[in-house]
């Protein structure tokens, strides 16, 4: 591991990998882009440790906040899951915007026109790590959103909703805790390369990124604010199937030959 990695050949492997996912009906293939980025991303990291701890460079950290979406607090969970997975950070922040699609009702009577709110999604990291997990969160996120859909065509008009909002909220939180197993299983050195080895353990690894990304954060980004996400599960049989789709997600499987912004941290 002392050659200098081929940065570019790394990234596009990766996104090919979930290229491969977000075309791919199949979700026992489609999501397995996820170990693949992992354990590619894992290895590039290990092998540019040696090189930084050899000639002494510094970490050259970004903050990438160009992702915006509808504000829902599944999104800020899975985000924050994936960013870590990939040696990275995340924070939010959001946004208000007046639209004329959804209005307040006055006192005296009437109506004005009310806002929407939205995310902005910030990953804090190495730029390679960024950008994939970037990816990988946008390939989720797509896949939730597209699996809730179609799942909430078998259930009546009236319930599809609720079924859909159920089903997210659902999948995302059991994709998470599948995330975090991940995680523990490559400190343990369970991680395993594409010609079958397996990693060493990336404890140390995982956790001097952590400590150097909350300084950065803390210099670059300032104090932030942990909140507590509300996730609303209203509809039984969205949760169960949002439960069961996120276990189908592939994480484990090998790819075949308002004026002011409020600072909120997960």
Request: cysteine-free.
């Given at each position: 591991m002392n050659d200098k990695p081929d940065l570019k050949k790394v990234m596009e492997r990766i996104a090919k990998?979930?290229?491969?996912?977000?075309?791919?009906?199949?979700?026992?293939e489609a999501a397995a882009a996820a170990e693949k980025a992992q354990a590619l991303l894992a290895e590039y990291n290990l092998t540019v440790s040696d090189v930084k701890s050899s000639n002494k460079t510094e970490d050259n950290f970004i903050v990438d906040n160009d992702l915006i979406t509808d504000s829902l607090p599944w999104r800020r969970s899975l985000a924050l899951m994936v960013g870590r997975l990939y040696f990275c950070e995340y924070f939010y922040t959001f946004k208000k915007e007046f639209s004329h699609d959804r209005k307040r009702i006055l006192c005296k009577g009437g109506s004005i026109p009310g806002y929407k709110r939205y995310d902005i999604h910030s990953f804090v990291g190495a730029a390679h790590n960024v950008t994939i997990a970037k990816m990988m969160f946008s390939y989720l996120n797509q896949t939730i959103e597209r699996l809730a859909t179609d799942g909430s065509l078998r259930w009546p008009m009236n319930e599809r909703s609720k079924y859909r909002t159920s089903f997210k909220a659902s999948c995302a939180s059991r994709l998470c805790w599948r995330i975090q197993?991940?995680?523990?299983?490559a400190k343990k050195g369970e991680v395993k390369t594409e010609s079958g080895t397996n990693l060493p353990a990336l404890a140390s690894?995982?956790?001097q990124t952590k400590i150097k990304l909350d300084s950065f954060i803390s210099e670059r980004v300032g104090?932030?604010?942990?909140?507590?996400l509300k996730h609303t599960t209203s509809h039984h049989g969205g949760v169960l199937e949002g439960h069961a789709a996120g276990d189908k997600i592939g994480l484990d499987q090998q790819v075949g030959s308002d004026r002011q912004q409020r600072l909120g941290r997960n």
């Open positions: 990998l979930l290229a491969l996912a977000g075309n791919n009906p199949s979700e026992s197993e991940r995680i523990e299983a690894l995982y956790d104090e932030m604010k942990s909140k507590a």
